[in-house]
């Protein structure tokens, strides 16, 4: 059984940081693509971050420069490091795989096979 499973998130001020978690089991970790989406009231789930299997990643125009991805292959474990958070970071948080997305379209959500339940993060300005 596939599992995603999301931590770190919480509430910060304005400027703050927080990590994100994402444990995977059952799952063939290796080889597959992980990204970072968030969906707040009302809006559409958007993609924030993803890291291809080579190690190359991917940010929205939203947080680049400000949210790092990374992973631990050993630990199965992916990252995202938040920075300089703002109010507008403000949304549930969701880890999400797939066994391939082509460079360039990993911010499409149809694209990916399973999901964490997420985890909140609130910003207050």
């Known amino acids: 059984q596939v599992q995603l499973v999301e931590s770190g998130g919480g509430s910060v001020p304005s400027g703050g940081s927080l990590r994100l978690s994402c444990a995977t089991s059952?799952?063939?970790?290796?080889?597959?693509?992980m990204a970072w989406f968030r969906q707040a009231p009302g809006k559409e789930r958007e993609g924030v971050a993803a890291?291809?299997?080579?190690?190359?990643?991917a940010y929205s125009d939203s947080v680049k420069g400000r949210f790092t991805i990374s992973q631990d292959n050993a630990k199965r474990t992916v990252y995202l490091q938040m920075n300089s958070l703002k109010p507008e970071d403000t949304a549930m948080y969701y880890c999400?795989?797939?066994?391939?997305?082509?460079?360039?379209?990993?911010?499409?959500?149809?694209?990916?096979?399973?999901w964490g339940q997420g985890t909140q993060v609130t910003v207050s300005s």
């Open positions: 890291i291809y299997s080579g190690g190359v990643t």
């Open positions: 059952g799952y063939t970790y290796s080889g597959n693509t």
């Open positions: 999400a795989a797939t066994a391939g997305v082509r460079l360039g379209e990993w911010e499409n959500k149809y694209a990916y096979d399973f």
